[in-house]
């Protein structure tokens, strides 16, 4: 079978629970993430962004919020739904870089 | 607006056999990556093209991968020969001239070496 490496970190909400993905993010250079939405089957689809000169912003239903101090980006669903369900990841770009640094994702179930 | 489109979406070969992937980007968009995620870790980089220019190939594993984009329009990664540990989703993105923060997926092709 699989090894345990190979497992995602799960998150498992019940519909209309509030859901909070965290990220610790690698290089204090950073200056713009972004979190990433995959459904099975899909690609991964932006969801919202930050700049480093922000520790907050809204979306509709999400929030990312950005601690620099420590590295960490966490991403807040509010009422989260079925369709939710997805792997998220985050991602850290320095500078002009075109080229983004993804995290491993989490694995967002969303049960009924 | 059409998206990012990948084909084939699956593919299953054996070890050994030459695989030859296809992205198409969005029209207009003058940079594509291809990046790939091996089961249950994190999408890592493979290469970035402007127009059909290779601007940065530095998470290209080895040399049996070779992408391509003639002409600048689509784009192919062919891995030959096939190893196991090439298994993975490979994912084609577009963006873009200077929209370093504009990308758009496509849907990826899952290859399975056996």
Same mark, same amino acid.
């Given at each position: 079978g699989e090894s345990v490496g190979l497992h995602l970190p799960t998150l498992s909400v019940q519909e209309g629970d509030n859901s909070i993905i965290n990220c610790a993010y690698s290089n204090s250079a950073s200056d713009y993430f972004i979190w990433y939405k995959q459904e099975s089957g899909k690609g991964p689809q932006f969801i919202i962004d930050i700049r480093s000169n922000m520790d907050k912003r809204q979306g509709q239903r999400v929030t990312v919020l950005l601690n620099k101090t420590v590295k960490h980006l966490s991403l807040q669903i509010a009422a989260t739904q079925p369709g939710d369900s997805a792997v998220y990841f985050c991602a850290e770009k320095v500078g002009g870089s075109y080229i983004p640094t993804f995290g491993r994702g989490t694995s967002l179930i969303v049960h009924p | 607006e059409a998206g990012v489109t990948q084909f084939p979406s699956h593919s299953v070969i054996e070890k050994g056999q030459t695989v030859t992937l296809r992205c198409d980007p969005i029209s207009g968009h003058d940079n594509l990556y291809w990046y790939r995620r091996v089961m249950g870790k994190e999408i890592k980089f493979l290469l970035h093209f402007v127009k059909e220019s290779k601007q940065d190939e530095s998470g290209m594993p080895n040399n049996r991968f070779l992408a391509e984009r003639t002409g600048g329009t689509y784009s192919t990664l062919k891995v030959q020969?096939? &190893?196991? &540990?090439?298994s993975g989703v490979y994912f084609c993105a577009s963006s873009p001239l200077g929209g370093a923060s504009g990308y758009t997926f496509g849907s990826g092709t899952r290859l399975t070496v056996v």
């Open positions: - | 020969p096939a &190893e196991l &540990e090439d």
